[in-house]
């Protein structure tokens, strides 16, 4: 037989062995016939599951007692009933520790909670963080449900997240989007690390849920921006939330005691830029004192000083150093590495004191 026949002869008869092999497959799974024509006709996927298991630990907030609501800095405003205000907030624990907005109840005479299966209830206070907008109520129900706590730490731009709140009032509203970038320091908060979500987030969406694709907590959405229209701010796809590993912390301090025990060191700083520095031998930028008193005065420190390090960590922003020392418990001992105009680089031991309210900061 020719070497071309023989080829012909060998193609012919392995198809013939891949068809009935075909056909037996065909009678024994039938369905993986239609595996192709499935996949390509199928819907995206759905969140449907994610939102089933995080929706019902989202709770519409309603306060009462604040004449003309301010349209506060997360795009809050006056709802339809004049005095009363909207908001969300979280279910964190079946025990009933529900975590919100510090402007969604600040000033509030009357709070109400409204659970998504049409329960309603008045909650108990906690206590608050200013310092973060956070704030933690307690209510008091049976077969509460809760939300699984994620972590934020681990987000990456691009991930999916969904928006749960009670938007314009409309119970459990879900949008979606991606997370555009995450710690973002805006001013707005003393402590913050934000999480930029394009998730639509509207007025009444304050203190409500920012979960992923599992339904798992991620962040607390707490405002957004955009263009004013008529004194009213208009979503623009440009929205914030406090991330979960800060709200943790917050809570667990909250429901210790009552307030968020943090370090203070006595100091105002500015950002002194790298060229000044260059000028007094640093390689890098240095924080120069604007306001020295409490513990930084105890131990030396004057106005004009130029802190370089703190605990052998170099010192690149005043945000860092603040978020350091707030770290920290009262009474610890932090080692500072300063230079003075003059004088030159110098170190000294202060012992940390606890972070006064906001209220005595700024009164």
């Not at 075909?22 to 996927?45: M, N, Y």
């Not at 907030?61 to 004449?67: M, S």
């Not at 970038?181 to 402590?191: C, D, E, W």
């Not at 350091?324 to 080692?335: D, E, F, H, K, N």
Request: no cysteine; hydrophobic share 45%.
């Amino acid at each position: 037989m020719r070497p071309i026949t023989k080829a012909l002869a060998f193609v012919g008869q392995s198809a013939a062995i891949g068809l009935a092999l075909a056909f037996l497959v065909v009678l024994i799974k039938p369905d993986l016939v239609r595996l192709e024509q499935r996949s390509s006709t199928e819907a995206p996927g759905s969140y449907a599951a994610a939102v089933a298991a995080s929706a019902p630990a989202v709770v519409n907030i309603y306060t009462a007692g604040i004449p003309g609501q301010r349209n506060g800095f997360a795009g809050m405003t006056t709802s339809p009933l004049a005095g009363e205000g909207l908001g969300s907030g979280v279910v964190i624990s079946q025990d009933g520790y529900l975590v919100t907005n510090w402007h969604v109840i600040e000033n509030a005479d009357e709070i109400y909670v409204q659970l998504a299966d049409g329960r309603t209830v008045e909650p108990v206070f906690v206590g608050a963080d200013p310092e973060t907008e956070l704030a933690l109520l307690k209510i008091d129900l049976p077969d509460l449900p809760s939300i699984v706590l994620g972590r934020s730490d681990t987000l990456q731009i691009g991930d999916i997240v969904l928006a749960i709140g009670n938007s314009f009032g409309l119970s459990q509203t879900v949008t979606q989007g991606i997370v555009s970038a995450i710690g973002r320091g805006l001013g707005v908060a003393t402590f913050e690390s934000f999480i930029q979500t394009d998730a639509a987030i509207n007025v009444g969406n304050s203190g409500g849920a920012l979960v992923n694709a599992r339904g798992e907590l991620v962040g607390i959405n707490t405002f957004f921006v955009g263009p004013a229209l008529q004194g009213q701010v208009i979503p623009a796809g440009v929205g914030f939330a406090i991330p979960v590993n800060l709200v943790r912390g917050v809570m667990a301090e909250l429901i210790e005691h009552g307030r968020v025990i943090r370090g203070w060191l006595g100091v105002n700083a500015s950002y002194l830029p790298i060229l000044q520095a260059q000028s007094l031998g640093l390689s890098g930028p240095g924080l120069q004192l604007l306001n020295v008193s409490g513990p930084a005065a105890a131990a030396g420190l004057r106005r004009g000083d130029i802190v370089t390090h703190v605990d052998g960590e170099r010192m690149l922003s005043p945000q860092q150093m603040m978020n350091l020392v707030a770290s920290a418990r009262p009474g610890q001992t932090i080692r500072i590495r300063a230079i003075r105009r003059g004088t030159g680089l110098f170190e000294t031991e202060a012992v940390l004191e606890e972070r006064p309210s906001v209220a005595k900061l700024t009164g």
